[in-house]
């Protein structure tokens, strides 16, 4: 794919960015999404977007950052203001984004809108260069989490709050506006809202059409639109407005000058009176029905509109110039790709179609945190945007590439584009599906329906709360997905634990792959290994087969190398001979344990067992062949779908009342298989290349680690021997501590996180 050009004289397509800048309140606690990505303290992140070719930033200079105490100091927002223009990257400066203002006010207080409209002059007199605005983000989406349903302060949660909270973000848009007009007459307002659609049963159009009304709102009020023909102007009344304060709007209007709109994978709601569809944390409803309120994409039999019928939506009820103002996914990198290729897509098609779209937006180009729990609570759940954070400088993910490629309107290919996401295959469907109608919400009744219900007269109810935005909706996991398409991962090693862990997780990801046996591909031949390439044409190969016995090692050295050490040689060649990248494992054992901190990928291996010393042989030979291949150091496999791993074995042992012994002074980094697999896909779709440490984090003991499991899944341990690893009899030496740690990025979630869904993914959830 490539970027849009303008045709007829329109503006080019500009590709532009966005940080992650959220400053929610929850309670008396400020949750500061700058501080969390280390953005704050590195003002070099503006050269990496610069380097990008973005057009334009949308970036804070917020007010509860920026003058907590209602005292303005402007040297963080000077330092980097400053940078973009040097950079030639145009700011669109954000003022509120899912904020409540400094301690002193809230969303429901008056004063917020004259206190944000001082606030708002004085960054214009600052930088009366800066042409671009948006004072407040998405204020719909703000006072419905804030007014609606609870999550963030002021925890409002009927319809005088809402509208309290939407009246009063509106009037600050507008009054701010006019502040920095007063300094500024050229500057223009860049209003953004999170857009989506409702869908319903029939028995529910009337609710659906309430929530299709209602989305309109905050950019109908700025527009003058809602006056007392305005459908929803009753509606109004009825949560405490006055007709002075909607008419105000009407009399003094603050037209946004672009339209920017948010659209997630969550933003497409579909709600149905039938309960026992759905589990019960999505029940809730309004004073006339109980309803589930799902995600669309969960039953919509022929998929959701997304990107592109809400670009058209919009163009077609305002005719203002639009652009997509954040485009993120949370999950995996492919997933993330495809759904930034498919936003670029849809954009180039509504402008074809006559709508008059200036720009796509990556968000969240640090990426962002705790959105799957909508940010009430510091749970430290990343996601990845195009950048990742979480080593000691943000590294470019695969989205810094597509993202370069579509500002410069150059061709991006990747093989895993080949493949849509997740929410255009089969196994999307959670639910019994539906049909929905883009045009009027009511979905009539799918076959597997029990009849059709009589629509009634609109009611009054609130919808109740969605999931998160994007951030932990994946593939279900529920039986095979569908045909995955182009070039395939070739996974070497059928019959182990981490081979069938690439597989199943390959085709959970919508990764075209092959597993390969011995018979299939014997990697320490370079024959069969010339053949298998040859005939699958992979784009990458995982190399999971291997010697795992540490102790029959030490008796069978030459087997253990040849498996170990050659084979990983034999396929770096080929995989460089042509272009095929290459991830291979090695293993905690190659150092000797002498250490007191956990290993990072510099620190040198000094193996102390036949088995350590054949993986260090194959980390030299691999990286001297194939400098760019990656060679990932794990270590103690945790694995929902493999009953021979120790922590099965340990935990198959003490429910049976039986003994289970357990080294209390060997010390290692046990690592979930699932995490493992997804990370390492991540980094191979990355193109990342050299050593990478790959573990949970935590240091235990092995004996530790049973005591950990067993509490949680609530077994006596009082049957767990700890005991020395001599009185275990082990042949192989071993390191007495062999913790991994990372310079170049902690990518694994903690042990007891891994732990508690190791419990529910082994009982048949899907591992995510």
């Excluded at 966005?18 to 606690?29: A, H, I, K, Q």
């Excluded at 049963?201 to 700025?222: C, F, G, K, M, V």
């Excluded at 902690?746 to 996180?753: I, K, Q, R, S, T």
Aim: aromatic share 8%; charged share 25%; proline share 7%.
């Amino acid at each position: 794919m490539s970027g849009g050009a303008g045709e007829g004289g329109a503006p080019a397509l500009e590709i532009w960015g966005g940080v992650e800048c959220t400053v929610n309140r929850v309670g008396d606690v400020y949750h500061d999404q700058i501080e969390r990505s280390g953005h704050a303290r590195r003002l070099d992140d503006l050269d990496r977007f610069a380097e990008l070719g973005i057009r334009a930033l949308r970036y804070p200079v917020l007010w509860e950052r920026t003058a907590p105490d209602g005292r303005a100091r402007f040297a963080w927002a000077d330092a980097r203001l400053g940078r973009l223009r040097e950079l030639g990257v145009r700011p669109i400066v954000g003022l509120v984004h899912h904020g409540s203002g400094p301690p002193g006010t809230s969303l429901l207080d008056p004063s917020f809108v004259e206190g944000l409209a001082r606030f708002a002059r004085a960054v214009a007199e600052r930088y009366p260069w800066v042409e671009d605005y948006t004072p407040v983000n998405e204020p719909l989406t703000t006072a419905r989490f804030s007014g609606l349903y609870g999550h963030w302060y002021p925890h409002g949660q009927d319809g005088r709050a809402f509208l309290r909270a939407l009246l009063t973000q509106c009037r600050a848009i507008a009054t701010a506006m006019r502040a920095v007009r007063e300094v500024n007459p050229r500057a223009r307002l860049v209003q953004t809202e999170d857009l989506g659609k409702t869908f319903s049963t029939p028995l529910l159009a009337y609710q659906a059409e309430h929530e299709n009304l209602r989305r309109w709102l905050s950019l109908d009020l700025l527009l003058g639109r809602v006056d007392r023909d305005h459908p929803f102007y009753p509606q109004l009344l009825e949560w405490g407005a006055s007709p002075g304060e909607i008419e105000a709007f009407v009399a003094s209007p603050c037209p946004p000058d672009l339209l920017g709109i948010n659209h997630y994978i969550t933003s497409e709601r579909f709600i149905d009176e039938r309960l026992e569809r759905y589990p019960s944390w999505f029940h809730g409803g309004n004073d006339r029905h109980a309803y589930a309120d799902v995600e669309a994409v969960r039953v919509a039999a022929g998929g959701v509109g997304g990107h592109l019928a809400r670009l058209l939506e919009v163009w077609e009820r305002y005719r203002r110039p639009v652009a997509i103002t954040e485009v993120h996914l949370g999950g995996s990198r492919e997933e993330q790709l495809r759904w930034l290729a498919e936003a670029h897509s849809a954009a180039v098609a509504a402008r074809a179609a006559g709508a008059d779209v200036r720009a796509v937006t990556a968000w969240a180009l640090l990426g962002s945190f705790d959105w799957d729990s909508l940010v009430v609570r510091d749970r430290g759940r990343y996601e990845p945007g195009v950048f990742d954070v979480r080593g000691r400088a943000p590294r470019p993910t695969a989205l810094a590439g597509l993202v370069r490629a579509l500002a410069r309107g150059e061709p991006f290919d990747h093989p895993v584009l080949a493949t849509p996401g997740w929410w255009r295959r089969p196994e999307r469907l959670l639910y019994p599906p539906v049909r929905v109608e883009e045009g009027s919400g009511a979905a009539p009744v799918a076959p597997c329906d029990d009849g059709a219900a009589r629509c009634e007269p609109p009611g009054r109810g609130a919808a109740i709360e969605p999931s998160g935005r994007g951030a932990a909706i994946e593939p279900s996991g529920r039986g095979a997905a569908g045909p995955a398409e182009g070039p395939p991962v070739l996974i070497a090693g059928a019959t182990g634990t981490l081979g069938r862990a690439f597989a199943r997780l390959c085709a959970y990801r919508g990764l075209p792959h092959r597993l390969m046996g011995r018979l299939d591909m014997d990697i320490a031949d370079p024959a069969s290994v010339e053949r298998a390439l040859d005939r699958h044409a992979p784009w990458a190969v995982v190399n999971a087969a291997g010697y795992v016995r540490v102790d029959d090692a030490e008796v069978e050295p030459h087997r253990c190398e040849r498996e170990n050490a050659s084979g990983p040689a034999v396929l770096a060649a080929a995989c460089r001979a042509r272009g095929v990248r290459l991830v291979t494992f090695s293993s905690d054992q190659v150092f000797d344990g002498t250490g007191v901190t956990p290993y990072v990928e510099t620190d040198p291996a000094r193996p102390l067992s036949a088995y350590g010393r054949s993986k260090a042989a194959a980390e030299q030979q691999v990286l001297s062949i194939f400098p760019t291949a990656l060679v990932v150091r794990t270590a103690a496999f945790i694995d929902p779908w493999d009953a021979s791993t120790f922590v099965a074995a340990a935990l198959r042992a003490l429910r049976d009342g039986r003994p289970f012994s357990a080294a209390e002074d060997l010390i290692v980094t046990p690592t979930y298989t699932p995490d493992l697999v997804n990370a390492a896909l991540d980094l191979l779709i990355d193109g990342e290349g050299g050593l990478w440490h790959l573990a949970n984090r935590d240091a235990v003991t092995w004996a530790e680690l049973v005591a950990r499991v067993a509490a949680l899944a609530r077994v006596d341990a009082r049957r767990l021997v700890r005991c020395s690893s001599h009185a275990l009899c082990l042949v192989a030496p071993r390191p007495r501590y062999s913790a991994l740690g990372s310079r170049r990025g902690l990518l694994l979630p903690a042990l007891d996180d891994a732990l508690a869904r190791y419990l529910v993914e082994r009982d048949g959830a899907p591992a995510r």
